[in-house]
């Protein structure tokens, strides 16, 4: 039966060789007896339990054999767990047990140490690799060849522990044996999971992860140990990242020399210049492609980048839940992960922030660009954060309060903005549809009220808040200033408005109109224009009787004379003359947009209606319909002059008033 055997490939288990062999033979130690020049082996007490007659000896491994026994009413060859060494004799080795007895005689010029599986039909059976005078080949543990193959040389018995996915696509931890051989002047693999990898190779390069790096012809080659010996296709990402990826979707990344460089992931995703990488842990690595480098350590959990190239994760701690920290570009921990919550990135001063937590007592440390933590906050009990994200934290827009009812604020520059102390009342006043503006803390003591933002003291002007500019309010007139310098950069004008986006009707109707990208509608002389906040100018002039609401690509429509138009926002191009009685939004018709525009009414109820583009060409042609269109200005008042003003402040609600 053992002769027949038919050698297919290894299998799951290798056997690894202890270190200690004293532990495994009950003490039997290998021992030269000087003046016989032979090897034998001395049991805990220095005594000979095997009489010294070999010339050399090796400690005793544990190892699987087979062994001819009954099972149930028949006899069959079973493997028994036994412990073996390789000695030699006369240029021979072989195999002995503990009891001085043969597993199999000394026969063979060489034997590899380490037993590995095989496979012989649809039975497992422990090997070993030996050589005799033709070259290396595989023998069963009772000595007998199982197959004919001979090489010219063999590496040593590997083990490989990884994963893979099992039948029910769940990755599973796998162990894998190969030993790499040269046959007929190539290298190739014995392996574990199918056939012989092909001995085409000339060179063999590192093994890991059960990948071989070959050469063939001056070229390097990914052998997959898992996957039968599959060549892995080297491919590249966008951001020109390369990597090799197992069949069952096990991804590396290789460097620019085609090295590997990371651990197995389960998946990668692009953020332009970096990648994400999940393991089959489900922790995070990030590589940058500029720089090369991967993080130091895998991550539990990560955030987007800022636009300095941060990004926030988080690892595990001790109790079960999470620390986070910051990480540069480079991968570098500027913020350790140690921290209750940090900032998403760095901020126009150059810091970033975390909030520290022990004991229910909070402290917030600022960071330089550097990693180096500043002066620490006074501590705090309770942090009300009014950024409206549930994931960057910014202390200047937050109140920090203790149990005592002390309270405070930190500023963007890492120092105390509103000191900690007892107040009548302490409040934030910010623009609830823009959570990005500069917020203003009011504080009220002994009847007197101070104003902060995020830049200092503001006591004097009562500020209010926009997009990217404060407005200040004197003599009932309205003004721009710049946010850093708190000077005037326009005009008064009569009104400042901000536009309303008719698509969030819900969210007007709750905080009245909001601000839509750098423009205002403004009022000057008893008319409306619109004043670009970046450009520091008038783009539309101070003519039209009413601006309505924003309604496609940046178009707005505007009356003037009692007729309508419509102009752009971003240019103050007139894109549609104020020639109709009526204008609405723009809608979708097909794949263009299009206004309805009302010429007049021809009779009680007809009206002359047409079609028109966001660019003013009436694309339809006249129709005659029993309703006109309305002038869109939002619906607020149809009779337009200082009531519709009115309604226009009205409608600020608190991002004004």
């Known amino acids: 039966m053992r002769k027949s055997v038919i050698w297919q490939a290894l299998l799951v288990l290798a056997l690894v060789m202890v270190s200690a062999a004293s532990a495994w033979a009950d003490g039997l130690t290998p021992?030269?007896?000087?003046?016989?020049?032979?090897?034998?082996?001395?049991?805990?007490?220095?005594?000979?339990?095997?009489?010294?007659?070999?010339?050399?000896?090796?400690?005793?491994?544990?190892?699987?054999?087979?062994?001819?026994?009954?099972?149930?009413?028949?006899?069959?060859?079973i493997y028994v767990e036994e412990l073996y060494a390789i000695v030699s004799q006369?240029?021979?080795?072989?195999?002995?047990?503990?009891?001085?007895?043969?597993?199999?005689?000394?026969?063979?010029?060489?034997?590899?140490?380490?037993?590995?599986?095989?496979?012989?039909?649809?039975?497992?059976?422990?090997?070993?690799?030996?050589?005799?005078?033709?070259?290396?080949?595989?023998?069963?543990?009772?000595?007998?060849?199982?197959?004919?193959?001979?090489?010219?040389?063999?590496?040593?018995?590997?083990?490989?522990?990884?994963?893979?996915?099992?039948?029910?696509?769940?990755?599973?931890?796998?162990?894998?044996?190969?030993?790499?051989?040269?046959?007929?002047?190539?290298?190739?693999?014995?392996?574990?999971?199918?056939?012989?990898?092909?001995?085409?190779?000339d060179k063999i390069g590192k093994i890991q992860n059960g990948i071989a790096e070959m050469t063939r012809d001056g070229r390097k080659y990914f052998v997959d140990m898992y996957g039968s010996g599959q060549e892995m296709v080297v491919k590249q990402f966008e951001n020109k990242v390369k990597y090799i990826k197992r069949s069952y979707g096990g991804i590396f990344l290789l460097d620019s020399d085609m090295n590997i460089i990371s651990e197995e992931y389960d998946n990668c995703r692009i953020n332009g210049t970096y990648l994400l990488c999940q393991n089959t842990r489900e922790e995070y690595d990030i590589y940058n492609a500029e720089t090369k480098k991967l993080n130091a350590r895998p991550y539990y959990a990560y955030?987007?980048?800022?636009?300095?190239?941060?990004?926030?994760?988080?690892?595990?701690?001790?109790?079960?839940?999470?620390?986070?920290?910051?990480?540069?570009?480079?991968?570098?921990?500027?913020?350790?992960?140690?921290?209750?919550?940090?900032?998403?990135?760095?901020?126009?001063k150059g810091l970033a922030f975390a909030m520290e937590e022990s004991g229910g007592v909070c402290r917030i440390v600022p960071y330089t660009r550097e990693g180096k933590a500043l002066e620490v906050s006074p501590a705090f009990n309770e942090f009300s954060d009014y950024s409206g994200s549930a994931y960057d934290f910014k202390p200047w827009k937050g109140i920090m309060e203790k149990d005592n009812g002390e309270k405070g604020v930190m500023g963007s520059d890492g120092k105390m903005l509103v000191p900690m102390g007892m107040y009548d009342a302490l409040t934030v006043k910010r623009d609830y549809n823009n959570p990005d503006i500069p917020y203003i803390f009011i504080a009220e003591k002994n009847g007197k009220t101070t104003y902060y933002s995020e830049?200092?003291?503001?006591?004097?002007?009562?500020?209010?808040?926009?997009?990217?500019?404060?407005?200040?309010?004197?003599?009932?007139?309205?003004?721009?200033?710049?946010?850093?310098?708190?000077?005037?950069?326009?005009?008064?004008?009569?009104?400042?408005?901000?536009?309303?986006?008719?698509?969030?009707t819900n969210y007007s109707n709750q905080y009245g109109f909001f601000v839509y990208g750098p423009v205002f509608i403004v009022k000057d002389g008893g008319k409306y224009g619109i004043y670009d906040v970046q450009k520091g100018k008038l783009i539309v002039p101070c003519v039209y009787e009413?601006?309505?609401?924003?309604?496609?690509?940046?178009?707005?429509?505007?009356?003037?004379?009692?007729?309508?138009?419509?102009?752009?926002?971003?240019?103050?191009?007139?894109?549609?003359?104020?020639?109709?009685?009526?204008?609405?939004?723009?809608?979708?018709?097909?794949?263009?947009?299009?206004?309805?525009?009302?010429?007049?009414?021809?009779?009680?109820?007809?009206?002359?209606?047409?079609?028109?583009?966001?660019?003013?060409?009436?694309?339809?042609?006249?129709?005659?319909?029993?309703?006109?269109?309305?002038?869109?200005?939002?619906?607020?008042?149809?009779?337009?002059?200082?009531?519709?003003?009115?309604?226009?402040?009205?409608?600020?609600g608190g991002v004004m008033d």
């Open 455 to 504: 830049n200092g003291t503001t006591e004097g002007v009562d500020y209010k808040l926009n997009e990217y500019g404060n407005v200040a309010k004197k003599g009932g007139k309205y003004a721009f200033v710049d946010r850093k310098t708190k000077k005037v950069t326009s005009k008064w004008f009569e009104s400042i408005i901000a536009f309303r986006d008719p698509a969030e």
């Open 303 to 348: 955030y987007p980048w800022g636009e300095n190239g941060c990004a926030r994760v988080e690892v595990k701690n001790y109790r079960g839940g999470n620390y986070v920290g910051l990480l540069d570009k480079e991968g570098r921990e500027i913020i350790p992960c140690r921290y209750a919550k940090v900032s998403e990135d760095f901020n126009d």
């Open 31 to 77: 021992k030269l007896d000087e003046k016989k020049g032979k090897w034998g082996y001395v049991d805990a007490s220095g005594e000979w339990a095997i009489k010294p007659k070999f010339d050399s000896a090796g400690e005793f491994m544990k190892g699987q054999f087979l062994s001819f026994e009954k099972v149930g009413d028949r006899y069959d060859y």
């Open 546 to 652: 009413g601006i309505g609401s924003v309604l496609y690509n940046d178009r707005a429509v505007v009356q003037q004379n009692g007729l309508c138009g419509a102009v752009n926002t971003s240019t103050g191009a007139v894109v549609i003359p104020p020639k109709y009685i009526g204008l609405t939004h723009f809608a979708y018709y097909g794949a263009v947009a299009h206004a309805k525009a009302t010429y007049r009414k021809e009779g009680e109820n007809l009206y002359r209606t047409v079609a028109v583009n966001e660019n003013g060409k009436e694309i339809d042609g006249t129709q005659f319909l029993d309703y006109g269109s309305e002038c869109d200005l939002g619906h607020y008042d149809e009779g337009m002059g200082d009531k519709m003003d009115v309604m226009y402040r009205k409608n600020m």
């Open 90 to 201: 006369k240029g021979k080795y072989g195999c002995l047990k503990t009891t001085g007895k043969w597993h199999f005689k000394p026969k063979f010029l060489d034997i590899k140490p380490t037993q590995f599986m095989g496979s012989k039909d649809v039975k497992n059976i422990a090997c070993m690799l030996v050589k005799d005078e033709q070259g290396w080949g595989v023998i069963d543990t009772d000595g007998n060849w199982v197959s004919t193959d001979r090489y010219e040389e063999t590496g040593d018995i590997q083990t490989a522990q990884g994963t893979r996915r099992d039948a029910y696509n769940n990755y599973c931890t796998v162990y894998i044996s190969y030993i790499a051989a040269r046959k007929n002047g190539k290298w190739g693999f014995i392996h574990c999971f199918g056939n012989d990898i092909p001995f085409i190779y």
